[in-house]
Each structure stands twice: as structure tokens, then as C-alpha cells.
T-cell receptor, first 115, second 111 residues
């Protein structure tokens, strides 16, 4: 049961344009969402997060949008740079889980930004 | 550099063997998490410890166990290894409910 889904395994964009990465979830208990970036042979690096009480969070070139009714979130990168080329993981957690705040990850999307 | 360290970086062993992976969390972080990333798969949550106590369990096999020591470092023990256990194993740490910061991972190869 894949509770967090990233349906696009890959995305290719031109440098300077917008990159939009999408993520869908099925578990209504999720109330905290995060995006991680991962380069080969390295651990995931935290990018940005959003709580379910918000619908948008911005940090520099990165903006995350949350649509709770659709159980959908997206990460916008503007402008995209070649150094952004990496695998992006969407992750979710639930505060109501009494046992802790484990992260449930999507399968990842390989973003390639072409010069 | 996330501040989370993992050793060893690479580990090659044979089926049936037992290995121990080590993780040191960021200074001040009380929570430690272990994740497994198999080939072509996303990260799967294995287990979480908070200040020495097991707090959450994911799809962790009975052959796997973990512990967190008083100095907050953690070890993941994998026994009776099978070929399918070959994967990247990541440790992450956080202040209890905040963003998790990941170590560089240990690549385990079971031959």
C-alpha cells in the first residue's frame, strides 16, 4: 500500500524555467509534509516542509503548495538551475501517531535541469 | 554535511553473516531513525528510537534489531543476512518532531 505517490519518475526542464514536482497521498492522518533532495551516493537533504494548517510555504527558489482536499502537494523550483538536478523525494508524517513521527516516502522523481 | 555520521560507508559480506551499522546523530538530537533503500525503491522506514527507547517500528524484519545507547548513538544489527538485504541503510536524526537530517548511508552488499 503506497501511501505517498510520486507518479512521475523523471522530469526534464531547461535552466531558468520552472520545475514542478508532484506528490499525492492517501492517508488522511498525514499532517506534515517534507521534500528532500538526494544526490547519488549521498543521504537525502531536507529542502522544505509544510504543515497541514498552511497551503503554501516558500523558501528562496523553493515553494511547496498543499491541497488537502485533493491530498496533493507540489514543489515548485524557480528558476531551475543545473545544480538542482537530483532525485526529489516527497515525505509525510502524522502527529496523531502516538508511536512517533516516522516519515513515509514517495518513490522519488529524478529532476534533470538542462543548461 | 548534515551532522549525522554513519559507519562504515561500505560493507560487503556473505549470506548468513551478521553485521552492525553505526550511527551518530546530530548534536542535541534525541531521535534516531533507520531507513532502508533497496535498488529502485524509495526509502522504507525501519525503526525509531527516542532518547534510548524504541518509539516506532516499521517493516523491520525479525532478523534486524536496533538500539540507542546513553550517548545517543545507535546501532542497527542485521543477522542471518540474505541476498535481498543488500541495500543502502540510512540513519536520520531530529529534535523529536522536526525535520529529519540524514547521514550519508551505509551501502551493504550481501554476496
Amino acid at each position: 500500500d503506497q501511501q505517498v505517490k510520486q507518479n512521475s519518475p523523471s522530469l526534464s526542464v531547461q535552466e531558468g524555467r520552472i520545475s514542478i514536482l508532484n506528490c499525492d497521498y492517501t492517508n488522511s492522518m498525514f499532517d506534515y509534509f517534507l521534500w528532500y533532495k538526494k544526490y547519488p551516493a549521498e543521504g537525502p537533504t531536507f529542502l522544505i516542509s509544510i504543515s497541514s494548517i498552511k497551503d503554501k510555504n516558500e523558501d528562496g527558489r523553493f515553494t511547496v503548495f498543499l491541497n488537502k482536499s485533493a491530498k496533493h502537494l507540489s514543489l515548485h523550483i524557480v528558476p531551475s538551475q543545473p545544480g538542482d538536478s537530483a532525485v526529489y523525494f516527497c515525505a509525510a508524517s502524522a502527529t496523531r501517531w502516538a508511536s512517533g513521527s516516522r516519515l513515509t516516502f514517495g518513490e522519488g522523481t529524478q529532476l534533470t535541469v538542462n543548461p | 554535511d548534515s551532522g549525522v555520521t554513519q559507519t562504515p560507508k561500505h560493507l560487503i559480506t556473505a549470506t548468513g553473516q551478521r553485521v552492525t551499522l553505526r550511527c551518530s546523530p546530530r548534536s542535541g538530537d534525541l531521535s534516531v531513525y533507520w531507513y532502508q533503500q533497496s535498488l529502485d525503491q524509495g526509502l522504507q522506514f525501519l525503526i525509531q528510537y527516542y532518547n534510548g527507547e524504541e518509539r516506532a517500528k516499521g517493516n523491520i524484519l525479525e532478523r534486524f534489531s536496533a538500539q540507542q545507547f546513553p550517548d545517543l548513538h545507535s546501532e542497527l544489527n542485521l543477522s542471518s543476512l540474505e541476498l535481498g538485504d543488500s541495500a543502502l541503510y540510512f540513519c536520520a536524526s531530529s529534535v523529536y518532531r522536526d525535520e529529519q537530517f540524514f547521514g550519508p548511508g551505509t551501502r551493504l552488499t550481501v554476496l
